[in-house]
């Protein structure tokens, strides 16, 4: 049974997995027909489980880290959502994203649909 403790933890799991450099931790946390919205609004779609291990295998080499910037939330339902700060180095330089992330989940506890909320304005390179 999906519970709000289960979708916490999916989601600290997918922070952690990014901070280890581990696509593959990432990658089971995913439904087989799993779709990515990366970010929300854009072509950049991606779905089933071949094409979203070839976007977190990319992912993991230019993401240093994924800090919270609040604490993970859930939903009374299939949902759970957490707002944090990318920090990835992409063509040697540094960038910085707050996004915020929703992850709907089946119930068996698999990530069904990932949509990334950020914009233009929410991406910069940092302040040194």
């Given at each position: 049974m999906l519970t709000e403790q289960k979708m916490k933890a999916a989601l600290q799991q997918y922070l952690d997995g990014f901070n280890q450099?581990?696509?593959d931790a990432i990658i089971t946390l995913f439904a087989d027909n799993a779709r990515i919205e990366d970010p929300v609004g854009s072509e950049q779609i991606?779905?089933?489980k071949e094409a979203i291990t070839t976007f977190y295998?990319?992912?993991?080499?230019?993401v240093e880290r994924l800090e919270l910037d609040t604490p993970i939330r859930s939903s009374y339902s299939n949902y759970a959502a957490m707002a944090?700060?990318?920090?990835?180095?992409?063509?040697g330089q540094k960038r910085v994203t707050r996004a915020i992330?929703?992850?709907?989940?089946?119930?068996?506890?698999?990530?069904?649909d990932m949509k990334?909320?950020?914009?233009?304005?929410?991406?910069?390179?940092?302040?040194?």
């Open positions: 450099q581990d696509a991606v779905q089933g295998k990319g992912a993991v080499k230019v944090f700060t990318i920090h990835m180095v992409i063509d992330d929703v992850m709907t989940f089946d119930n068996t506890g698999k990530i069904i990334a909320y950020h914009g233009p304005s929410d991406s910069a390179q940092p302040q040194l």
